[in-house]
């Protein structure tokens, strides 16, 4: 009787495990071919509501074009910017990466529609005045540029992995077509410093005020020998805070549709949130520990509905505040197609916040998982309560920020809080190390024990302060060959 070959089945495992690898690989590129397939269907919807509402003709055609790409930068803003709002809930494992994009998707959409922002600048924020174009084709022209060339640095921004500031993206592409079109007078350069302090002032006070909260987390409650006892008393006054400074936000940024209030009345509302909110949860906080037992995990459990919320309030402002980004300039080019004139201000058409709205929804769908790993759990490791800092810190430092009048970006806030919190993680376990076991003199650590010991990568951290410093000349750049290549193109 002849008995089996043992080669033969090794052979035949390898030849098996050779087509799983093929049938691997051709779903993750299905997977991407249908992500794209979907969004260029997006963009399509996009140009023809845009023709249903303009009609035929040149400037039918001309709007046609600004509204698939005004698609396009939308999509790219849910890629890349949602994944600051989302990122340290996935990455402590608070929500899932699917409980995560529903949540932000809804929130974000809703945000947009319901709160957008009714008037904004047709220029970006000041950034080139009006007086600088003369010929309204110049101005069409000089805002898709803007369009277009924000949305490929945003979308080159997201296939390396880097989160950067769509918002800086947009007014880098609109003076880069600025000064094209018009010369560099054209540009209002007080109001450019403004931002390129932004860039220094947003991470640095984010990582700041996370990493400070941390510190007191730590303190108070981590390292207390009652843990659950210290958490029933301080859990409670960090979700009246989180609750304060939410509602104080989006009254500034995120309601100004909806209700005109200045920041000390809103500081006000905040205060009154923050005392109500207190008196609830210290019954809610005392019945979730009960049972519970005296270790970190515990602690986990009682943050991790607060992060979830305050998760969801970020999206929501955040879909309220920057959908200006993705269909600001397609606005302007909206409202020069329909009244023929330059102004100031132009309030944004409904079906044009549409195309924001749901672009967002649809970039972070089918793009946006990439960044929220990155910010969640590729820099440094988070858990509830980091994650938690970094939220309380996005909220506050843009409170802070419109106090002291300063342009701030809601990205480089939330990873610079991040950063702080990985820092300060490195910084307070060295010194703890340093009081338990002291190091004897003369004694050297060697260098790769220096870097096993490091809690924040660097070659991310180097990566994404390499693409926030040059976003804005990048965008520019790009802005103003595109704009030429147009002008040289136009009939």
Not at 66 to 81: K, Q, R, W
Not at 297 to 318: D, M, N, Q, Y
Not at 372 to 386: A, D, E, Y
Not at 455 to 484: E, Q
């Amino acid at each position: 009787m002849a008995t089996d070959n043992p080669n033969q089945w090794k052979t035949l495992d390898k030849d098996l495990n050779r087509i799983s690898q093929v049938e691997y690989a051709t779903q993750y590129l299905s997977r991407s071919t249908v992500g794209i397939g979907v969004a260029l269907a997006f963009m399509v919807v996009a140009g023809i509501a845009a023709a249903v509402f303009a009609g035929v003709g040149h400037d039918g055609v001309i709007l046609v074009a600004a509204a698939v790409f005004g698609a396009y930068m939308a999509l790219n803003i849910g890629a890349n910017d949602v994944a600051n709002n989302m990122g340290p809930a996935v990455g402590a494992n608070a929500l899932t990466m699917g409980g995560a994009i529903i949540i932000a998707a809804v929130c974000e959409s809703a945000g947009a529609l319901l709160a957008g922002g009714d008037v904004v600048s047709t220029i970006a924020k000041g950034i080139v005045s009006p007086d600088a174009f003369t010929d309204n084709t110049v101005f069409i022209y000089a805002m898709m540029a803007a369009l277009v060339s924000s949305a490929l640095w945003v979308n080159l921004a997201t296939l390396v992995g880097a989160p950067v500031s769509t918002t800086h993206s947009v007014v880098g592409g609109v003076m880069g077509a600025g000064i094209a079109a018009a010369g560099l007078g054209a540009v209002s350069w007080p109001t450019m410093g403004a931002i390129a302090a932004s860039w220094v002032i947003s991470p640095v006070l984010g990582g700041v005020i996370a990493a400070a909260f941390l510190a007191l987390i730590k303190s108070r409650i981590i390292y207390r020998e009652d843990k659950l006892a210290a958490a029933r008393v301080w859990v409670p006054i960090l979700v009246a805070v989180m609750a304060g400074a939410f509602t104080t936000y989006l009254t500034v940024k995120g309601l100004k549709r909806l209700i005109d209030i200045d920041l000390p009345v809103a500081i006000l509302l905040g205060l009154l949130v923050a005392l109500g909110t207190w008196a609830i949860a210290r019954p809610l906080v005392a019945r979730r520990s009960e049972g519970l037992e005296n270790r970190n995990r515990s602690l986990k459990v009682l943050f991790g509905l607060p992060l979830v919320l305050s998760a969801a309030l970020l999206s929501f402002a955040h879909g309220a505040n920057d959908v200006a980004n993705a269909v600001g300039p397609l606005a302007a080019i909206v409202a020069v197609l329909e009244t023929a004139t330059l102004s100031g201000a132009v309030a944004v058409p409904f079906w044009v916040m549409m195309i924001g709205a749901f672009g967002i929804s649809f970039g972070l769908f089918l793009f946006g998982p990439k960044l929220i790993r990155m910010v969640g759990s590729q820099i440094t490791k988070l858990n509830p309560m980091r994650a938690y800092c970094v939220a309380l810190s996005a909220a506050l430092t843009v409170i802070v920020a419109s106090w002291l009048g300063l342009p701030v970006s809601s990205t480089h806030i939330a990873v610079g809080g991040v950063f702080g919190v990985g820092f300060f993680r490195e910084w307070y376990m060295a010194r703890r190390a340093r009081k338990l076991h002291p190091a004897k003199p003369g004694k050297v650590i060697a260098r790769e024990e220096r870097r096993r010991r490091r809690l924040v990568r660097r070659s991310h951290f180097m990566t994404i302060v390499a693409a926030w410093v040059i976003t804005v000349p990048a965008a520019a750049l790009m802005s103003g060959v595109i704009f030429l290549v147009l002008e040289q193109l136009a009939p």
